[in-house]
C-alpha cells in the first residue's frame, strides 16, 4: 500500500537509506544525515514546527514534509506541501514541491506523490495550488500535466539558463 506519511521514529532506517539516495542525486542537500542520526527523534520535532506559522522565521512559509511509503517499509519519495506563498515560492517552488527516489523513477510513484499530494492539500482548505518544474524536466512536466496542470507561464529567473514552468491546478 502506498500512502505519505509524516515521519516518526520507527521510520529512521529506511528514511536514513532513502535520504541517502536522494542526496547521492543532488537533492535534498540541505539535511545533515549525521546530525539526523545521531538525534531522529530531534529532527522528527524540527520538522513538525515549521507547520507553526509562530515558529518559522520571515522568509520562510509554513509547510509539512510527507514521505511516500511503499507498505510502511520502503522510502519512495519526498513531498513539501506549503500551506501559503511568499514571493520567492510563488516564482520558484509553487505550494507542493517533490522528489523520487532514484531507483523508484519511471514506476508511476511521481504522479501518484502529486495525486496524494492534492489530497492533503485540499484538506488544509487549498483550492487551487502552484506546482512548477524546470522546462527541461520532461518527467515532471508529464506529472504535473497528467494532474490537471494548466501551465500560467515559463519564467527564467536571473542566474538560471532553464525556465521554470509554472503550472495552476484547480482542486476546490
Known sequence: ??????LSAPYQDSFLTGLRELQADGQLLYYNIASISADFGAFVQSLQHNKDRTKIPANRVPDVDY????????L?????????????????????????CPSQRRQG?????LQLGLEKARAI???RVLVTCDENNL??????????????????????SIRKLRYWIDIA
Open 67 to 74: 514521505w511516500l511509503y511503499e507498505n510502511d517499509s520502503i
Open 1 to 6: 500500500m502506498l500512502e505519505l506519511i509524516e
Open 109 to 113: 510513484y511521481g504522479k501518484i506523490i
Open 125 to 127: 482548505g487549498l483550492q
Open 139 to 160: 518527467g515532471s512536466k508529464k506529472i504535473i500535466e497528467a494532474n490537471g496542470g494548466q501551465l500560467e507561464n515559463a519564467i527564467l529567473l536571473e542566474g538560471n
Open 76 to 100: 519512495l519519495g519526498h513531498l513539501s506541501l506549503r500551506y501559503k506563498l511568499n514571493a520567492y515560492m510563488l516564482q520558484l517552488g509553487g505550494h507542493i514541491g517533490y522528489q523520487i
